[in-house]
T-cell receptor
Framework: LAKTTQPISMDSYEGQEVNITCSHNNIATNDYITWYQQFPSQGPRFIIQ???TKVTNEVASLFIPADRKSSTLSLPRVSLSDTAVYYCLVVIMNNNAGNMLTFGGGTRLMVKP | DSGVTQTPKHLITATGQRVTLRCSPR?????VYWYQQSLDQGLQFLIQ???????AKGNILERFSAQQFPDLHSELNLSSLELGDSALYFC????????????FGPGTRLTVL
């Protein structure tokens, strides 16, 4: 199974770029990486998903190196409202044994004025 | 609002009791997922159903069971409750399998006294 690990916390300031890395060194070729954002007492919200190289949407970018043993969520120019916990999710597709979903422990991002 | 509804919002019960949590997925979503989040902890994947069939199983205790009904709503049954079962229980849904974006409900907060 892919074990996913993330830094427990990060601090940043408004307007800076924030990069949060997730390690998943047992990832297999069919596994996808997804990132979610969670505010206190709310359900997580999808940010971005990728399989390899780079994916960009209107709120973030996801960088996945060729060996796919890690992935980096990049938040450009963060604001105070980006203060939240960020989770990476590795989805292991296994037709024989059933799919498996493994979340990282979450990274608590604090954005300061 | 994600479109996923969960009831009840709060539930307080005693050790040894049995409770049922209910989830209604977004219209058109065939997959339902259940997660447990203990206080200040990360997300633990419990189980996934797709169109009524179990498709993935995570760290779900034998005291817990779930099912997805023909109308696609799902129930999570927790029995012989222990103090350690106190947590936020999230339901999520997606159109297809776990590779796609999951939409999370607001959660049910279970307190076992």
């Amino acid at each position: 199974l892919a074990k996913t690990t993330q830094p427990i916390s990060m601090d940043s300031y408004e307007g800076q770029e924030v990069n949060i890395t997730c390690s998943h060194n047992n990832i297999a070729t069919n596994d996808y990486i997804t990132w979610y954002q969670q505010f206190p007492s709310q359900g997580p919200r999808f940010i971005i998903q990728g399989y390899k190289t780079k994916v960009t949407n209107e709120v973030a970018s996801l960088f996945i190196p060729a060996d796919r043993k890690s992935s980096t969520l990049s938040l450009p120019r963060v604001s105070l409202s980006d203060t939240a916990v960020y989770y990476c999710l590795v989805v292991i597709m296994n037709n024989n044994a059933g799919n498996m979903l493994t979340f990282g422990g979450g990274t608590r991002l604090m954005v300061k004025p | 609002d994600s479109g996923v509804t969960q009831t009840p919002k709060h539930l307080i019960t005693a050790t040894g009791q049995r409770v049922t949590l209910r989830c209604s997925p977004r219209s058109g979503d065939l997959s339902v997922y259940w997660y447990q989040q203990s206080l200040d902890q990360g997300l633990q994947f419990l189980i996934q159903y797709y169109n009524g069939e179990e498709r993935a199983k995570g760290n779900i205790l034998e005291r817990f069971s779930a099912q997805q009904f023909p109308d696609l709503h799902s129930e999570l049954n927790l029995s012989s409750l222990e103090l350690g079962d106190s947590a936020l229980y999230f339901c999520a849904s997606s159109v297809g399998g776990p590779r796609g974006e999951q939409f999370f409900g607001p959660g049910t907060r279970l307190t076992v006294l």
